[in-house]
Each structure stands twice: as C-alpha cells, then as structure tokens.
Nanobody, 131 residues
C-alpha cells in the first residue's frame, strides 16, 4: 500500500479553475493506477476520474467529462486533477485512491462493485464552488 495526501482544494466561484494534487509516497507509487472520487454532504461517494499506472489511459464520469483532466507525473510521485468550468454541483470533498495491485489500467475505479476497501485512500480535500 501507499500513503496519499491530497491538496489544492478551496473556495472558488462557478466557472473558475482549480487543480487538485495527490502526492504518493514510496518508490513504487508510479506502478499503481490512481482514481479521484468525491463525496458531497448527504450523498454517496462517487467516481470522478482515473488514470492507469503509466498515464496513457484515462477515465471520467459523465458529469465531469470535458471539464476535468486527470494526469500524473511519476517522476514526482504526483497525480493531478485539473478542474475547469467548475459548477456548484462540484462542491464536495475530493479523495484520491491508489489501486491495491500494480500495473493496473485504472478501469476498476469506475466500477461500483470494485473492492474499494482494498485501495489506499487519502484524507481528502474540500472543494467549494459558489454560484
């Protein structure tokens, strides 16, 4: 397992941009697919985006497709979520999660039946969008 720390959240206005960062620990962080999730008050946690271990495959939920971009820099042990044209409904605590297996393609993060309890999770960063 790896340790993850999210940062970059804050208070922004609708239409603004924001970049979230997920810092991973350990020399093997580069080998894990990573996903971003969010949870709004009173709602279930939902999938936002995912990227495979080397960065060539990305996945997005329909609600953020075309507005958010996930990327990673394995040399820096970082995964990013670029959020553009944010909306009030993007308000949530955002979490990154690392797969439990190495060299994954990242597709499991969008599968609600996946074994999320086995993944490594960060503590979350709050994003609040005012309209």
């Amino acid at each position: 397992q790896v340790q993850l720390i999210e940062s970059g959240g804050g208070l922004v206005q609708a239409g603004d941009s924001l970049r979230l960062s997920c810092a991973g620990s350990g020399r093997t962080f580069y080998s894990f697919a990573v996903g971003w999730f969010r949870q709004a008050p009173g709602k279930d946690r939902e999938f936002v985006a995912a990227i495979n271990w080397i960065g060539g495959l990305t996945y997005y939920s329909d609600s953020v497709k075309g507005r958010f971009t996930i990327s990673r820099d394995n040399a820096k042990n970082m995964v990013y979520l670029e959020m553009n044209s944010v909306r009030a409904e993007d308000t949530a605590v955002y979490y990154c999660a690392a797969d439990s297996a190495t060299l994954g393609d990242g597709s499991k993060f969008s599968d609600t039946g996946s074994e999320s309890d086995l993944w490594s999770w960060g503590q979350g960063t709050q994003v609040t969008v005012t309209s």
